[in-house]
């Protein structure tokens, strides 16, 4: 699907969730879907979400399953802030029947999943200089690797390897005009910035 802008709202853990249940969708029935990240934002603080101000894929997929699914982009647009409630059952684009979580730090796991299950959610710590990321094989001396470091939720979508250097490729959620195209590389073996740390895909419907 698309490379979609998360604006100013600290809201990368809906962009992630909604990147890996798209890929999902498609894979399952052969057809594209936007998903609303405006719902998840504004309707899943009871599972320990908060909006703008964070939260995690995993959580997220929970609250989806729960909650009888996620609407569609049209029926529940993106505003970029926090605001009320506005789910409503007749406009569910997808259900959420489980999701699996990946062993911290299990990268192996991780590339199973990846290359032949689905994109999968993932995050990292975002350090300085990753913002003006152009292109190549991104790695930091900077970054933590542990729950509490990661800050940023993207999807990773594929592996390969550049100049001798293994990569994971990776769906960011600051527009297409970022990085390249709007996606980044990030070195696989490491536990790069915590990148198979908070790792989760879902089982849709």
């Known amino acids: 699907s698309p490379v979609k802008d998360q604006g100013h709202c600290g809201s990368c853990w809906t962009f992630s969730t909604t990147g890996s249940l ?28 908060q909006g703008c101000n964070g939260g995690l894929p995993s ?17 529940y647009p993106y505003t970029g802030k926090d ?9 569910v684009g997808v259900q959420v ?20 299950v689905r994109p999968v959610s993932v995050a990292f710590e975002v350090v300085d200089g990753f913002r003006f990321y152009k292109s190549g094989v991104y790695s930091s001396t900077k970054c933590g690797n542990t729950p509490m470091d990661v800050n940023h939720a993207v ?3 594929g592996y390969g390897v550049e100049d001798g250097v293994p990569y994971w490729l990776i769906k960011n959620s600051w527009g297409e005009n970022w990085g390249d195209h709007g996606y ?22």
């Open 83 to 91: 605001g009320v409630c506005k789910f409503s059952s007749e406009n």
């Open 184 to 205: 980044f590389k990030m070195e696989m073996g490491k536990n790069m910035c915590g990148i198979a740390t908070c790792a989760s895909y879902p089982v849709v419907a």
């Open 22 to 49: 798209e890929a999902a969708y498609h894979q399952a029935f052969g057809k594209g879907i936007s998903l609303s990240e405006q719902q998840l934002v504004d309707c899943a603080q009871a599972f320990n979400n």
């Open 97 to 116: 029947l489980d999701s699996v979580n990946i062993t911290l730090g299990a990268e192996d796991e991780l590339q199973h999943a990846v290359g032949l």
């Open 155 to 157: 999807v990773a979508v």
């Open 59 to 75: 959580q997220a997929f929970e609250y989806i399953k729960y909650n009888g699914g996620l609407d569609t982009e049209e029926a």
